[in-house]
């Protein structure tokens, strides 16, 4: 087994710890899964709508989205996805892809084979439990996307996501507002937030000049969180991180 300095299976384990109870053995099981690693160029696709995986992908380095395209050809980007997350995990149950994962920077992704994880689940129910939790908090951030994008001004909507994504990579328990790397284009933030580039510009420049968010080109600091979680209506419960919940509230 690889140390845990050089597992990239020590991300999927941090990332199921966020949802469920994972114990030692569960650790050790997690650790000795049987992986390949693959690079894969910004830009290039890791999953296509209609692809029949028989492996599961884990981000272990770089950022992706999933996206779907209308019938007119037009982008909606559905999700963000960081390193730690399994981007077609449902296909354990769904043979078939319905969306596009695609890399935004230089991913590294650690594939494991279905076969491999049936088995796990299998013999340790603990794992298969975590699994359904990670699935089930998806599905929850879907609709907090579809809310966002829906019923939230630009302004809020812009804000929100900036929340969101500082929340996800703010695992290790540093205080909110810590610089992250954002790398993502204006089209691509238009895409997410259901806005045109230029829209997003303004919008971007408008929470700095008000001194809501600090952001060069690919970063983003956020020099007062409570007034960003303010001007958004972030509420965290629906990432259903509780024991992040607890560092960052003590």
């Known amino acids: 087994m690889n140390s845990d300095h050089t597992n990239p299976l020590v991300s ?17 099981a997690l650790l000795e899964l049987p992986f390949s690693l693959r690079t894969f160029e910004a830009g290039s696709f890791l999953l296509r709508v209609g692809d029949r995986p028989d492996r599961c992908g884990l981000l272990a380095s770089g950022f992706a989205h999933r996206h779907k395209f209308n019938a007119k050809g037009q982008r909606q980007i559905v999700s963000m996805l960081i390193v730690g997350e399994i981007y077609n995990l449902q296909q354990l149950h769904l043979p078939t892809a319905d969306s596009n994962v695609q890399a935004i920077t230089r991913c590294e992704i650690a594939t494991i084979s279905h076969e491999a994880l049936r088995e796990l689940t299998t013999q340790r129910p603990s794992v298969e439990h975590a699994f359904f939790i990670t699935m089930i908090v998806e599905l929850s951030m879907s609709r907090e996307w579809m809310l966002n994008v829906g019923r939230r001004d630009a302004r809020a909507r812009t804000a929100h996501f900036l929340c969101e994504i500082a929340f996800r990579l703010d695992r290790q328990g540093l205080p909110p507002g810590q610089p992250y790397k954002l790398p993502m284009t204006q089209e691509q933030l238009g895409d997410a937030l259901g806005l045109t580039s230029v829209h997003v510009n303004r919008t971007i420049r408008s929470l700095v000049d008000d001194g809501l968010i600090d952001h060069t080109k690919h970063n983003v600091a956020i020099p007062d969180w ?11 419960e629906y990432l259903h991180m509780e024991s992040v919940c607890e560092v960052i509230s003590a």
Request: no cysteine; glycine share 4%.
């Open 226 to 236: 409570d007034l960003l979680v303010e001007e958004a209506g972030f509420q965290r």
């Open 12 to 28: 999927l384990v941090d990332k199921l710890a966020l949802h469920a109870p994972i114990s030692l053995e569960d650790r050790i």
